[in-house]
């Protein structure tokens, strides 16, 4: 079975940093890609950063480009995003995703894999 298990959610102040990550079981699992989601009260699930595993690179959404950084782990099977700069709009339950079934590594309807979220709260 595979699970993803996010953890490093919290609340900070504006301009602070956070670092979230996200551990995917299974034995020598590797997923083609892995992203983080985040979903704010009222909008739609939004692709934050995604990796693709084979070779590594990374992809950003524009609003986050230059503050977040995704990296990976792939002996450790696990993902992580690197939070500086936070705003309040940044606030959001954030979610990681592996493996592309069909589609864009930007749209969550991509994924075949979801973990449970970990809150981020920026005040």
């Known amino acids: 079975d595979v699970q993803l298990v996010e953890s490093g959610g919290g609340t900070v102040q504006a301009g602070g940093s956070l670092r979230l990550s996200c551990a995917g079981s299974?034995?020598?699992?590797?997923?083609?890609?892995m992203a983080w989601f985040r979903q704010a009260p009222g909008k739609e699930r939004e692709g934050v950063a995604a990796i693709h595993q084979r070779p590594g690179t990374a992809s950003y959404t524009d609003s986050v480009k230059g503050r977040f950084t995704i990296s990976q782990d792939n002996a450790k099977n696990t993902i992580y995003l690197q939070m500086n700069s936070l705003n309040p709009e940044d606030t959001a339950m954030y979610y990681c995703a592996a493996d592309i079934a069909s589609g864009t590594w930007y749209a969550w309807s991509s994924y075949k894999y979801w973990g449970q979220g970990t809150q981020v709260t920026v005040s």
């Open positions: 299974g034995y020598t699992y590797i997923s083609n890609f």
